[in-house]
Every structure is written in C-alpha cells, then in structure tokens.
C-alpha cells in the first residue's frame, strides 16, 4: 500500500505546489491516486493556513477529497505541534463532525495513549506513529487495538535512516502491521527497503520535495508515479 502524504507543515515557501485550502487537497488526492496512491494523509488548515484540528477544519477537508474521489481512504494527523494541549487534542477528536478513515498518533507525545483511545472510541482508526525505540516501549502500553504503526525514520541521513529503520522494524511487535517511511535525504533509500522488505510506504510533499535523482519534483502526483516507478503499490 502507498499512502500519499500530501501536505504535512510544509509551506509554500518550501514548495509552491503544497496543497493548503480544501479544494486543494481535494484535486491532489485525486492526481496522487490516479497515479497510484492508494490513501491519503493530510493536516487540514484553518483560514489562516495553520494546521488544525477543529471540527470545521477537517470537516471541509475530508469531505471535499471524499467528493473529489470517492472511496479513497483519508488519513490525518493529531500531531502535538497542531495543539499542545493533551486534553483538548482529545476534545477536538471528540467534537468531530465529519470522521476521517484514519489518524495518526505519535506515541512519544504526552496524552498519545488518550488520543488513540478516543479515536477508537469514535470509530477511526488508528496509526501509531513511532520514531524511537521509547517510543515503541510506549506503544506497548496501549490499551487500544491499531489499523498499523507508523515506522518513521527522523534522521536526515540516510544510511543513519536506514539503521533507525533495521533497529525500529526488530522492535515493533510481529502481529501488527507496519508502514515504513523516512523524511528528508532519507526518504528513498528508506522507501526502496520498504519495497524490499514488502511493507507498505508512503511518499509526498510532506516527506521531501526531491525525486529520486535528486532534481525537484513538480508536485504530489510526480512524487507518487516516481514512488509506483521504484515499485511501491
């Protein structure tokens, strides 16, 4: 499976085809799926281009892509940088209207455990995301089921990626599914061992702005047919 990651808390500034608004990511959904994306993963932005997890928020953004490809599983981030807060990061969850098919929780951050468990409870699935082996040990901790944790590679190097990678994947427990990916100078050779091992992946803007040669990529879709090009399904 490659999940496109579309936007992450890239800017314009770092990329001028980054999706922001609605409409937005609705038509990139679409490219990247016609491309080979099977899934989605956003981070909804308010008015302001601030990433957010209020109800209208992702409301417009999960309904439009839904719209604009029916079908297509969308995925987003309750990441702690969108609200530092724990308890109101539950409380978002709790207040949505419209409900992705799935998010991700990092579960390093204070309140990942409540966070997962209140997606449960609302009927979305969950993505653990872990990028440490404390990490991981935290993830172990939780008293909810996931639809698969999130392998991900933080270093910019590549061959320290791939070490956090070998080091993670020995960690995470045999019966759970996993996606791998990296970030930055990582993120192909990470995702070639993706393809290697058989596991699932994702590419995007969110991740890097550079094809594999290196040369920078046009947008999402051409992150994604380059991604399907290196074998990632």
């Known amino acids: 499976m490659l999940k496109a990651c579309l936007n992450g808390s890239r800017s314009r500034d770092e990329h001028p085809a980054v999706p922001v608004t609605p409409t937005e990511l609705a038509a990139d959904a679409a490219r990247c799926a016609a491309s080979g994306a099977a899934a989605v993963h956003v981070h909804p932005r308010d008015a302001h281009g601030v990433e957010s997890l209020a109800p209208d928020v992702i409301a417009a953004a999960v309904t439009a892509i839904r719209a604009a490809r029916p079908g297509l599983p969308v995925g987003v981030s309750t990441g702690a940088w969108i609200e530092p807060d724990p308890a109101a990061r539950v409380a978002a969850v709790r207040a949505w209207t419209v409900l ?28 653990a995301g872990l990028w440490t082996p404390p990490a991981v040990a ?12 999130l ?20 960690l ?16 192909w050779p990470v995702l070639a061992e993706a393809v ?17 040669d290196g040369s920078p990529a046009a947008d999402n879709a051409a992150l994604v047919a380059a991604a399907v090009a290196l074998g990632a399904r």
Do not use: K
């Not at 935290?138 to 944790?149: E, G, H, K, N, S």
């Open 196 to 212: 290697r091992r058989g596991l699932p992946t994702r590419i995007g803007l969110e991740d890097t702005v550079r094809l594999p």
């Open 151 to 170: 392998v991900e590679c933080m270093a910019q190097e590549p061959d320290r990626a791939l070490t956090d990678a070998a080091v993670l994947l020995d």
């Open 100 to 127: 992705p098919d799935f998010a991700s929780v990092n579960a390093h951050e204070d309140g990942a455990d409540a966070v997962a468990e209140a997606l449960y409870g609302r009927g979305v699935a969950v993505e």
């Open 172 to 187: 995470v427990p045999g019966d759970v599914p996993v996606l791998l990916h990296a970030e930055g100078d990582g993120v």
């Open 138 to 149: 935290a993830f172990r901790r939780w008293r909810v089921p996931v639809m698969r944790v």
